[in-house]
């Protein structure tokens, strides 16, 4: 009997992968495009930016060896959703990786929130989005799927999920909280759980990651007026960077873990488990 293949190129083998990573032309969404290209997927980003797209895409695919392509798209909405989910289809016929990083936040004093874009939008974005984009998709996503090789999904959750403290967080300014942004973050959670219950049977694995501080366009408040202050609440003194979040996401979407479903990682460094998230900032 032969020894398994347990080499770093087979555990983590992503070459020829189609995959989609919605808010794909910033932050973590661009980091995560970035680390499946240059192992060889061919990858979609999509968000509203015409833009930010076309750069991101540009660049990723002249670094290859992967290619990198866009699809404008505004997920808060189920009509949007369809209309991203009816773009891709008229380019693939299959999907092997769904990475919901999609997301919106919105800070305020606790008796000022508005419902329209403090609640509704930021609910729509961050948790109704995913249950869409996973419901329309999970057709391609069982297309070739097996279980030793699996449909992947991939949910951009927060450590906020798990903090009760939403105020004097830092993110948000003096005075302001993100009460539902924590909301939402949490139902990201419970969502993962269900629809990994839900596709296991179709050969499906749902899990979510649970970024702490990196570099975005969401936390470009707090690092421009207090990164000296997220960098001291840091455990291993830095926040985080393109590799973290680039390497928990291959690890999640190649054969390493075929056999992973429902888990919900944290990459935040051990702040939240040493300083209970934000709530000392």
Known sequence: MSAPDLSIPSLFNVKGKIALVTGGGSGLGSMMAAALVQNGAKVYIASRKEKQLKEVSEALTKQGPGTCSYIIADLGSKAGCDALTAAFKAKETKLHILINNSGATWGAPFDEVPEKEGWDRVMSLNVKSIFYMTSNLSDLLEKDATAQDPGRVINISSVASISSVASESGLAGQGNGLWSYH??????????????????????????????????????????????VFVRAQPMGRVGAPSDIGGVMLFLVSPA?????????????????????????
């Open 183 to 228: 909301t939402s973050k949490a139902a990201v959670n419970h969502l993962t759980a269900t629809l990994a219950s839900t596709l296991a049977k179709r050969y499906i694995t749902v899990n979510a990651i649970l970024p702490g501080v990196f570099p975005s366009k969401m936390t470009a408040y707090g690092m421009k007026h207090a990164k000296d």
């Open 257 to 281: 873990s075929a056999h992973v479903t429902s888990a919900m990682i944290a990459v935040d460094g051990g702040q939240l488990v040493t300083r209970g998230a934000f709530a000392k900032l």
